[in-house]
């Protein structure tokens, strides 16, 4: 099959609607010459006189540039009229923008056609600036050779699929940014359904802070829920644990030196009970070795020192820190960490169950983190990253796997701050070295200014959904790379589950719409729902029964 018979077979099977037919300006149509070169930016004068519909020339539509020895082919970045004709459009001036992306060529064996990215035959002045063919877009925004999935239609033209590529788009990070409501967590959802189509053996988790995408995967997620979330703390590192066990006032270096004490003293004494598996002997045992211990045996540890102490100002951080360890083991909310009487060596099943190894059919993980107390959610978060990233270089990048972090501004900002540093860390070093070992970043946020920059630089692929402020479109410009970045001039005014796409995961930028989720595979929003709440009625005396019990059951309050 050529690249075109392909792409019709991919096509969506939809008639297109009269005025798309209309608006559609005939394939091959001149419409202007370049009267600009300048790098990688041309401007072509439209013809003075074109029929009606050919005047519909739409940002991130796609021209062909006819060069001396190849069509080059450009995206429309911008349009101007610098001299408008008082009344007769005869006289008028009109400008068109454009970034040159890549030629087009034939290839001489098959005879399809062929795009390649850069330009090697700069268009000069004068030169005839025509529409390009669906044959020809499709030529662009299809690359048979490499594996692809398609999330929607081009904006350009309805019927040509628009292509993302999976090695590149999972191979090294990728960034959804868009105002709330605009579509992202949609979009996120239309990229991972199509990729479990047919990647049985993936390994992909999504921490999801809004309990929104498990309905989305049917069978073939893993859910897990506050229920059967299992993460031992002793699996924490020395700062995680810090953390979740000290106060920030003034006695926190003394409760942090304490700790680290206690911490080695009870693995140590794990460390001779029989049901303990890892580390072999001679193994030295620090404070970050992930090795299972008791906080009974913590809390014996501070007992045994608090009984050596005499004066009463020295007892308060041993105390302080016996309290808080208590207060966790007893509030039902933190069970899924800090709940565990036997030293059990469940490393290697915790890490099974998140990363899916095996994939038994459910290549996706979805992390319901919604219940998750918010003091402790920087510390569940910073935990996954960091077991994916050292899953991924202990097992020398053969599993491949994929994070998924919505809210990324929350967990990795740009502002040094009270914020939890290990979270940032954590992503930090996958954005920077996740790329060696097989782990890759797809990251969400509606605050792209508030997202450590070095993090966004590394997200080698961007989509960029509608997205208002300026300080959010000035830091996306300056933190892409990538020829198109005009295109990010007109995110405020792109429509819902509208993207511009730039870098490396797609074949050229692209302007595209994603496509229809089906109605139970939207992330549940929770902005609408008031009317439709309020006029049908909602809940009664004995779901509020249920509710009041559930709550009680946790022992405390939310906030
Ligand atoms: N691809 C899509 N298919 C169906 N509905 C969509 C799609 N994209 C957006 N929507 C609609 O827009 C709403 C907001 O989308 P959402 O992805 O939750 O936005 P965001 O995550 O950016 O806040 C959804 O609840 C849904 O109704
Ligand atoms: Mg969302």
Redesign the pocket.
């Given at each position: 099959m050529n690249s075109h018979a392909q792409v019709r077979a991919a096509m969506p099977n939809v008639a297109p609607t009269p005025s798309q037919t209309e608006l559609r300006p005939k394939e091959g149509q001149r419409f202007g010459h370049i009267v600009s070169v300048s790098g990688s930016q041309a401007i072509a004068s439209l013809d003075v006189a074109l029929p009606q519909n050919v005047n519909r020339i739409e940002i991130g539509a796609l021209v062909k540039i006819a060069a001396a020895r190849a069509s080059v082919i450009g995206i429309v970045s911008g349009m101007s009229s610098p001299m408008p004709g008082e009344g007769s459009e005869d006289k008028e001036i009109r400008l068109v923008e454009l970034n040159l992306a890549g030629e087009i060529s034939t290839d001489e064996e098959s005879g399809a056609l062929a795009f390649r990215r850069g330009i090697s035959n700069s268009p000069a002045l004068g030169d005839m600036v025509t529409y390009v063919s669906r044959d020809e877009l499709a030529s662009v925004y299809l690359q048979p050779k490499a594996s692809t999935i398609d999330v929607?239609t081009l904006f350009q033209d309805p019927m040509v699929p628009a292509h993302f590529l999976v090695d590149e788009l999972f191979g090294k990070h990728f960034l959804v940014v868009?105002?709330?409501?605009?579509?992202?967590?949609?979009?996120i959802?239309?990229i991972l359904q199509r990729v479990l189509e047919d990647h049985n053996h993936a390994h992909i988790v999504v921490l999801d802070v809004h309990n929104?995408y498990a309905q989305a995967f049917g069978d073939r997620v893993e859910r897990i829920t506050a229920n059967n979330l299992r993460l031992p703390f002793w699996l924490l590192n020395f700062q995680e644990i810090c953390a979740a066990l000290t106060g920030s006032d003034s006695h926190h270096d003394a409760e942090v030196q304490i700790l680290s004490e206690a911490i080695v003293a009870a693995k140590k004494r794990s460390a001779g009970t029989p049901t303990r598996r890892l580390s072999g002997k001679g193994t030295a045992i620090t404070v970050d070795t992930p090795a299972p211990y008791l906080l009974s045996d913590l809390i014996a540890y501070l007992d045994e020192q608090l009984g050596k102490l005499e004066r009463a100002q020295a007892t308060l951080p041993y105390l302080r820190l016996k309290n808080r360890i208590e207060a966790l083991i007893a509030d039902a909310r933190y069970g899924f960490m800090f709940r565990s009487v036997m030293v059990e060596d469940t490393m290697a099943s915790v890490l099974s169950q998140i990363f899916r190894i095996p994939a038994e059919d459910k290549p996706i993980t979805v992390i319901e983190l919604a219940a998750v107390p918010a003091e402790i959610l920087d510390v569940v978060i910073s935990l996954i990253a960091r077991l994916a990233f050292d899953l991924a270089v202990w097992s020398e990048g053969r599993m491949p796997m994929l994070l998924v972090c919505?809210e990324a501004h929350r967990y990795a900002p740009a502002q040094d701050g009270d914020k939890f540093m290990p979270t940032r860390l954590a992503l930090a070093r996958i954005a920077k070295e996740g790329r060696k070992y097989g782990v890759a970043l797809g990251l969400?946020t509606?605050r792209p200014s508030e997202l450590d920059t070095t993090i966004i630089s590394q997200c080698s692929t961007v989509i960029a959904?509608r997205l208002s402020t300026d300080r959010d479109q000035d830091v996306m410009r300056s933190n892409t790379h990538d020829g198109a970045l005009d295109l990010l001039n007109y995110l405020p005014v792109l429509g819902?589950?509208e993207a511009i796409v730039l870098g490396q995961g797609v074949p050229m930028p692209m302007r595209i719409k994603?496509?229809?989720?089906n109605?139970t595979a939207?992330?549940?929003?929770r902005k609408?729902g008031f009317s439709a709440a309020w006029k049908s009625g909602n809940i009664g005396r004995a779901e509020l029964e249920e509710i009041v019990q559930l709550w009680r059951a946790t022992g405390r309050f939310v906030g």
């Open positions: 929607g868009g105002s709330t409501g605009s579509g992202k967590s949609c979009a959802t239309a929104e919505e969400a509606q959904m819902d589950r994603f496509r229809d989720l109605e939207v992330p549940r929003s609408d």
